[in-house]
């Protein structure tokens, strides 16, 4: 069964820290992992990483795959209140995404 | 503009009720996912098609059915059989890499049982 599990669940610091989410996955078939930043209603797309694009880089935000452990990370710089979402990592597999469960990230001020 | 439109935005619904959530899609999409999602949760796939007439079940299909009649619509039909089916919804499309490059999604629809 397609798994993806994400880590921490919730996490909350203060403005201005460097926070890193976590993605590991056992899917058959993979072909993308991306990573989405939900506020409060329809997901948004922040990164999209395959095999042949393990590193993504835009403004504070910065991703990578590592394909040998299965496993991706989501790194924010200098955090804004505005970064506060739930962000979930989904892997593309044969025909679907698979999610994870999310990691609820508060930013306090 | 193309995009992916569910409504309602909030829905009530009676014990033993059954009630229908819409999603339509002006994307020129092949494929139709609908996912459900509980507070501080993933997404969970409930159905998927990807075409016309045909669809699949996700991990929790059970108390849910759909249909795939024309390619823009794909409506979620939420039974009495479902035991808890307050939860947040979402409608979302993909074109022909399949789930490859991401989803659209639609904006939800909250659905509680009162």
């Known amino acids: 069964e397609d798994k993806v599990v994400q880590s921490p669940l919730s996490l909350v610091v203060h403005e201005g820290d460097t926070v890193t989410l976590n993605c590991s996955y056992e899917?058959?078939?993979?072909?993308?992992l991306l990573w989405y930043k939900q506020e409060k209603k329809a997901p948004t797309f922040l990164f999209m990483l395959?095999?042949?694009?393990i590193e993504k880089k835009s403004g504070r935000l910065s991703s990578i795959l590592d394909k040998k452990e299965l496993s991706s990370i989501l790194n924010i710089t200098a955090t804004q209140t505005g970064d506060s979402a739930i962000y979930l990592c989904?892997?593309?597999?044969?025909?679907?995404?698979?999610f994870g469960q999310g990691t609820r990230l508060t930013i306090n001020p | 503009d193309g995009g992916i439109t569910q409504s309602p935005k909030y829905l009530f619904r009676k014990e033993g009720q059954n009630v229908t959530l819409s999603c339509e899609q002006n994307?020129?999409?092949?494929?139709m996912y609908w996912y459900r999602q509980d507070p501080g949760q993933g997404l969970r796939l409930i159905y998927y098609?990807?075409?016309?007439?045909?669809?699949q079940k996700g991990d929790i299909a059970e108390g849910y059915s759909v249909s795939r009649e024309k390619k823009e619509s794909f409506p979620l039909t939420v039974t009495s059989a479902q035991k808890n089916p307050t939860a947040f919804y979402l409608c979302?499309?993909?074109?022909?890499?399949?789930?490859?490059?991401?989803?659209?999604f639609g904006s939800g629809t909250r659905l509680t049982v009162v």
């Open positions: 979302a499309s993909t074109g022909p890499t399949g789930g490859l490059y991401g989803y659209t």
């Open positions: 899917v058959t078939n993979f072909r993308s």
């Open positions: 395959t095999s042949s694009g």
């Open positions: 989904a892997v593309g597999g044969a025909q679907k995404l698979v």
């Open positions: 994307l020129n999409h092949d494929a």
């Open positions: 098609s990807q075409i016309v007439n045909d669809f």
